[in-house]
C-alpha cells in the first residue's frame, strides 16, 4: 500500500512584526516635530493589536500587509493634521484622534491623492476600507 505524503502544514507569520519588520520606526517615519513621535507610539500602539487580529483571522498575506501599510499612511495622515489644520487636537488621546479623523466613509483625505490617477483612486478605496475596518475594530465591544 502506498501512502500519500502527508502535507505539513507550515506556520506562517504570527505577529505584526513578522509581517513589518519595521513597525516599530513607523513613528519616526510620521513625525514632523519631536512632540509627534509620542503620539505617532500612541497611535501605532493601537494599530498593532488591530493588526494582530487581521493575522488571527487567518486573512491572506497580501490583505494583511495591505491593510497594515494603510496604517502606516494613516498614521501620517495624522500626525501631517496635527502639525497643519488640528493643532487643536494635539492633546487628544490617540484613540480620540482616529475617532476624531475616521468616520463611517474613511480616514482623512490623503495629502498626495490625485483624483484624476485611477491608481490613487484605488490606493484612497483601499485605504478607506482599512479604516472603516480599523473604525469597527476600535468601538467593536470586545475592544
Known sequence: MIR????KKTQGPNSPSDYFPDIDEWPKHWMGAKEDLEIGRGLLALFIP????LI???LAKKTIKTHGWNLNILGREIIERLNQDDKD???ASPRELILHFIDDEGGPLLSFWDPSDIT???RHVAYDSTCRKLLKFMTSENN
Not at 488591530?50 to 487580529?53: D, E, L
Open 120 to 122: 490613487d483612486y484605488r
Open 4 to 7: 500519500p505524503k502527508s502535507r
Open 50 to 53: 488591530f493588526i494582530q487580529r
Open 56 to 58: 488571527d483571522e487567518r
Open 89 to 91: 487636537k494635539r492633546d
